[in-house]
């Protein structure tokens, strides 16, 4: 197989039933869906970074600082589904996908995404992880998580394991991150997918995979940085940006 060509796509709409309008949210001065994109192009290792919308007004803010944008169908209720409709037409072999939420990224994270897809090609699919870090975030609906096997393939996903007693650094269980990665054959099978049963009662993606018996394996990232899925988050990702050493240098970079 000849070395794999991965594009990275970040998926964003206005209509977020938690906290509408987003990606639009001024950080630092910057739209968040801006930051994002600045982060991902820090990785140095994509074919191409783009943006994936159905609105204009996140058109047009992208576009006014230079960046790539391919408008979908207002119709995706998932964000794979959208990043399947946006490669159609771009010549890669793989494509990781990450939120528009994901502020915090980290471009040394992504880049073990791309190793991992470098070490195993072949293989379809795979998703960011990161350690549970207390109890409160095994009940917070916010943030989904999976039991992980011996072989690092995530077995479940949901929103809430609250019924487990926290343990730290408790390894089968670990917060799934908003980057996910697919081979391109994968991605297409997955958008080719009816929805199913887990993924529709919960909203979660990576459960489409799972319920139809895909192999969907776990990148373990060195943090679990929130996003923003809804407001109260807006103001911890605002004090970690500016407490966090590592977050301070990476603002730095992207507002230059």
């Known amino acids: 197989m000849s070395e794999p060509k991965i594009a990275a796509i970040i998926p ?31 990785c140095l290792g994509f074919s191409c970074v783009a943006v994936a919308t159905c609105d204009s007004d996140i058109r ?3 576009e006014k600082y230079g960046g790539d ?23 890669c072999t793989h494509i990781i996908n990450v939120q528009g939420d994901e502020i915090l990224v980290l471009p040394e994270d992504l880049s073990e995404m791309i190793k991992a897809i470098n070490y195993a090609p072949t293989n379809l699919y795979w998703n960011a992880t990161a350690p549970i870090d207390n109890s409160e975030e ?40 908003g980057v996910l990665a697919y081979s391109r054959a994968g991605l297409l099978k997955f958008s080719e997918l009816p929805r199913t049963p887990l993924e529709i009662s919960q909203s979660i993606d990576q ?13 373990p990232f060195s943090s679990g940085s929130p996003g923003i899925n809804e ?15 590592k977050q301070k240098s990476i603002l730095k970079e992207i507002l230059n």
Not at 69 to 91: C, L, N, P, Q
Request: hydrophobic share 40%; aromatic share 6%.
């Open 60 to 62: 047009i803010a992208v």
């Open 207 to 219: 459960s489409r995979i799972i319920e139809n018996d895909f192999e969907l394996f776990s990148v």
């Open 69 to 91: 944008v391919i408008m979908t169908s207002d119709k995706h209720i998932m964000a794979s589904d959208r990043v399947a409709e946006a490669i159609k037409d771009i010549d």
């Open 12 to 42: 964003a709409r206005m209509g977020s039933s938690r906290y509408p309008g987003k990606p639009l949210i001024k950080i630092e001065g910057l739209p968040m869906i801006e930051h994002v994109r600045r982060r991902t192009l820090l």
């Open 138 to 177: 095994l009940s917070n609906l916010s943030i989904v998580k999976c039991a992980i096997s011996s072989q690092e393939k995530v077995l479940y996903c949901a929103r809430d394991f609250s019924t487990l007693n926290f343990l730290e650094n408790y390894k089968p269980i670990r917060k799934i991150l």
């Open 231 to 245: 407001p109260r988050e807006e103001k911890i990702v605002r004090e970690i940006l500016k407490s966090n050493p």
